[in-house]
């Protein structure tokens, strides 16, 4: 993709979702694009920050690592990949949202290295809403509990729930899960579970049915393909 490309998909993706939002009467300022920039290089971080995007999403550290040197310093990047307990150290360092909290002992490990620098880091609940069994995430059923045992760790501040629904054929498949995912975050937030933001982040939604999300509540769209094209790997 070139520079040009990546910014007229950008442009585009921003479009459709002020259009979805606003048929739905939801305010388009309440929904945050992140680039999803896997796979692809610093490069073209810096061309999406160039045209005055600077949100992205990482699935490996190892590359997080590579590309912080390399990008602008106003890029953030959300961490959406499967995290390994002892990632939780530069993952904490690198990274200003954890989109992929899933249990309760990477939680403990991320507090522990926030707790030595001070510092506190916004998180997610990762949640396996389809119970699809090849996805990370917590059960639905399981999600009061974890956000309860998150809640001890006073370094993490628990901003809402993410998840990625099972590969459907068609978009609309997609509908049922995104609905169930913010039907609970509801019922969650009703029982006090996020006490420290007053509306809950919803992540939900990639490059096919993002649209669909944003029509079932989504906060943060996740988006890769659609803004820089087919993955190499
Ligand atoms: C790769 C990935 C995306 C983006 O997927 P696209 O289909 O390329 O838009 C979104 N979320 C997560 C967790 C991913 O791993």
């Known amino acids: 993709m070139t520079k040009a490309m990546i910014a007229e998909n950008i442009q585009r993706i921003k479009s459709i979702i002020s259009r979805t939002a606003a048929k739905v009467g939801r305010n388009p ?12 290089p610093p490069r073209s971080i810096i061309d999406a920050c160039t045209s005055g995007h600077y949100l992205f999403g990482e699935n490996y550290i190892q590359e997080v690592i590579s590309k912080k ?11 959406i990949g499967h995290l390994q307990t002892n990632k939780a150290k530069i993952a904490a360092e690198y990274c200003d949202m954890i ?13 522990k290295h926030l707790d030595k620098q001070a510092k506190k880091l916004d998180i997610l609940v990762q949640v396996n809403i389809g119970e ?19 809640s001890t760790l006073s370094r993490l501040r628990i901003c809402g729930l993410m998840t990625m629904v099972p ?3 068609e978009p609309e498949q997609s509908r049922i899960h995104f609905r169930r995912l913010r039907q ?5 937030q009703r029982k006090g579970l996020f ?3 007053s509306t ?10 993002f649209q669909i999300a944003v029509e079932e509540g989504a906060t943060i769209v996740r988006i890769g393909t659609a803004i820089f094209g087919k993955r190499l790997s």
């Open 184 to 188: 609970l975050c509801v019922e969650m």
């Open 167 to 169: 590969l459907v054929n």
């Open 99 to 111: 989109e992929t909290v899933d249990r309760f002992k990477l939680g403990k490990a991320l507090n």
């Open 69 to 79: 040197e390399a990008i602008p310093s106003q890029a953030s990047i959300h961490f």
């Open 29 to 40: 300022d309440d929904i945050k694009l992140v680039a999803v920039s896997k796979r692809f």
């Open 195 to 197: 006490p420290e933001v």
């Open 200 to 209: 809950p982040e919803l992540s939900m939604g990639m490059s096919n049915d």
């Open 132 to 150: 699809d069994p090849v996805k990370s995430g917590v059960d639905r059923d399981n999600t009061e509990g974890l956000l309860e045992q998150l």
